[in-house]
């Protein structure tokens, strides 16, 4: 079945009860038995609902994976996968990553004894360089973010596997439509479902997807032990809004395309960060593992100056200024003092992630309107 058909049906079945094509909201807590253990798959609505395990089917499917787990937050999503470690084991991530993702490794983690170290994954060298025996989860953010890097999946699953280390993907700004990290090697898809999945800045929800068994039952075992489930109602938006994610897909890839083009030939522009641009080595690794280059990209300015950020930022009108990203309306974001404001300066200054960079999630209206938005708010500033 090809992607668009499983985003309409995978894991979909009529009610049972009355044919309803639309998934119904389950809305309840318990189900009935009608003898002690006699029931009909189902006991309790923390540990199974009937809305949530068709999004989980609908999502394993879409990964090209067996399960999926669904959360109440892309942060409830990490937090279980984190807790499949124990105290001493070490976790070796990329450095240009969701700072949310930095601040549980390093503000909530490191006090249980669980130890991460964070390189530009793009360099291979120094990913060999820092697993050791003690790594025993690899975690991936590709594209990474803000700075729109393209990590090779298959290459760094080979350097985790020969340590025998576990590998997360963090496949939020791509989504399965633009790469499947499990055909890559890869143990575990996250996912961050509040962005492209919803797609519609209406729900806050996580998930991981793996392709084996023991690892969804050890997850299931976490899901139901630490219960940060979503809500059926919730469910059954994302449901409804993964029926257009290779449609919306298909935009913002467009429209990330168009304005990335227009951003580069920009006088006051100095640059722009997209996978999408050719000549770098990002460009031919997005070619081999992606089916395209997102909606997402970075720019800063020239003279990179932090007011010169704000300034252009204030001035937007038809790009919402909001943290977040995914969703079918434009939004804008000055990652230093927003999403990555957990990260130390220093640190984010090793990536590139200067004071003056804006983060655009490219939506899906029409291209000419985002671009004469763009166009007003830079024009602002003084040549
Ligand atoms: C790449 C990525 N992963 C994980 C998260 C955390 O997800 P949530 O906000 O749904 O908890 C985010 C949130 O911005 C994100 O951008």
Redesign the pocket.
Known sequence: MKFGTKAIHAGIEPDPATGAIMTPIYQTSTYVQSSPGKHKGFEYARTQNPTRLALEKNLAALENGTHARCFA????A?DTVIKLLKPGDEVVSTNDL?G??YRIFTKVYQDFGIKSHFVPMSDLNKVREKISAKTKMVWI?TPT?PMMHIIDIAEVVKLAKEAGAMVVV?N??ATPYLQNPLDLGADMVLH????YLGGHSDT???AVIVKDADLDARLGFLQNSCGAVPGPQDCFLVLRGIKTLHVRMQRHCENGRKIAEYLASHDKIKKVYWPGQENTESYEIAKKQMKDFGGMLSFVLKGDRMEDAFKVLEHLKVFSLAE??GGVESLAGHPASM?HASIPREERMKTGLSDSLIRLSVGIEDAEDLIEDLEQAIGVLSS
């Open positions: 937050s892309g942060m409830a990490e969701y949310g993702t953010e973010n963090d939020t700004f961050s479902i509040t962005k806050v929800m996580g977040s990203l999403t």
